[in-house]
């Protein structure tokens, strides 16, 4: 690899609005050099496979959610994302704590968020904000859980659909509780937490941060539910760099969906550029442009299968080069990871199977990434290469289990 290079986190909002600019300098405490430890990429309101509360939004409700940190530090700071609210949205108040069992926290670790000095924020619509500097006792490592108290009604919320964990609900200001009684409903999504930085001890590693970007493969689908054994969780166990799970399930790398996400090539700079810290992305992408095509001929209705293109294996090309450029125009080093086998599974067929070998093909031989990394053979059958080995295999033929994650995990880190 190259040599890493570091940038300043970009402003994210607008300080006559009472909210905190993201930027390399704390006016309170001198410079700083923040490290994105968390992070899930927003997403607009929609159904979803499983239940959630995006469509309706929150009124009067406490909303808690336990995420994993992939870096220590002494202080920490939460961003908000209101990308896809057509009002703004008004955060009454906010806390971090430890993350206890369940709902509940670690007594004595739990601490107030403020905004520009202030309790509550206002995040206008489309925009996104970030709360002061805390110190929770002990420092931010392991899990922490964030809670938002929303007095107000939201509207449809902001929200990551695959979290593969719980996040908890609860009528009513809870964001003090320490103990998780209250929080009586949950589901598998996250809302409005966009990201998780931490500064100071540990923050700050040599190399940098590395954000895995990709679709459901990154977010994590197939992985055990609350177990944190997605392929960037088993990334972070054998690496002493933070890194970023900036997946999105279902996501195109040339077309927007409105279940999936904005199109890879247009959240790649939201979603893994404009994250502190992060020196080197691994771009896994492009299942979905392929075997949605294959789904839809096979006559799969889903309406989440569209759009559905017949996309060539130069349009996809083309979408890796525009990530490559944008990555490299900001000193960010791309790893370029292959397409894992799919037969079997509903995205496959005589097209998918030809444009996967020829992107796979340009994606070893093009010396256009900094470095490649090969899931395609890692995880292949040897008795059949065109599908994923039943070892690794989360029984869709298409996304590996945990076993699956956790080699694709031990390959990423051979070349980092």
Do not use: C
């Amino acid at each position: 690899m190259n040599k890493h290079f570091r940038r300043a986190v970009a402003p994210l909002a607008a300080a006559a609005l009472g909210l905190t600019l993201l930027s390399g300098t704390d006016a309170a405490a001198g410079p700083a050099d923040w490290t994105a430890a968390w992070a899930a990429s927003p997403q607009r309101a929609s159904e979803g496979f499983t239940s959630n509360w995006a469509e309706t939004g929150f009124s009067h409700q406490s909303v808690r959610q336990t995420v994993r940190v992939t870096e220590s530090g002494d202080r920490v700071r939460i961003r908000l994302s209101n990308a896809y609210g057509s009002s703004p949205l008004h955060i009454t108040r906010a806390t971090i704590a430890r993350a206890g069992e369940g709902a509940a926290v670690q007594k004595g670790s739990l601490r107030h968020l403020s905004f520009g000095g202030k309790r509550s924020a206002v995040i206008p619509a489309h925009g996104q904000a970030g709360a002061d500097a805390a110190e929770p006792r002990g420092g931010a490592a392991g899990s922490v859980t964030v809670t938002l108290y929303l007095a107000g009604t939201t509207g449809p919320a902001t929200f990551h659909a695959q979290g593969f964990a719980h996040s908890y609900r609860a009528e009513g200001d809870h964001a003090a509780d320490v103990s998780g009684r209250a929080f009586d409903e949950h589901t598998a999504s996250w809302y409005y937490l966009a990201g998780v930085d931490v500064e100071g001890e540990g923050g700050a590693r040599d190399g940098g941060g590395v954000a895995l970007f990709g679709d459901s493969i990154t977010d994590g689908f197939g992985s055990t539910h609350g177990a944190n054994r997605r392929y960037p969780d088993a990334l972070a166990d054998r690496i002493d760099r933070p890194v970023i799970n900036a997946g999105i399930g279902g996501n195109l790398v040339l077309n927007d969906s409105a279940w999936y996400g904005d199109r890879g090539t247009a959240r790649f700079t939201r979603d893994v550029l404009d994250q502190p810290g992060v020196t080197t992305a691994v771009v896994l992408e492009g299942l979905n442009d392929i075997g949605f095509y294959e789904a839809q001929k096979a006559g799969y209705e889903r309406p989440t299968f569209w759009p559905a293109p017949k996309v060539s294996a130069p349009e996809l090309i083309a979408g890796y080069r525009a990530l490559i450029r944008q990555a490299h125009e900001r000193g960010v080093q791309v790893v370029g990871a292959t397409l894992l086998p799919l037969g079997g599974s509903d995205h496959y067929g005589a097209h998918a199977a030809r444009i996967s070998d020829e992107v796979n093909t340009w994606i070893r031989t093009s010396g256009e990434f900094d470095a490649v990394v090969d899931f395609d053979r890692a995880l292949a059958d040897p008795a059949d290469p065109e599908r994923i080995a039943a070892r690794y295999d989360s029984g869709d033929a298409l996304h590996p289990n945990d076993a699956g994650y956790a080699r694709m995990a031990e390959e990423v880190a051979e070349v980092l």
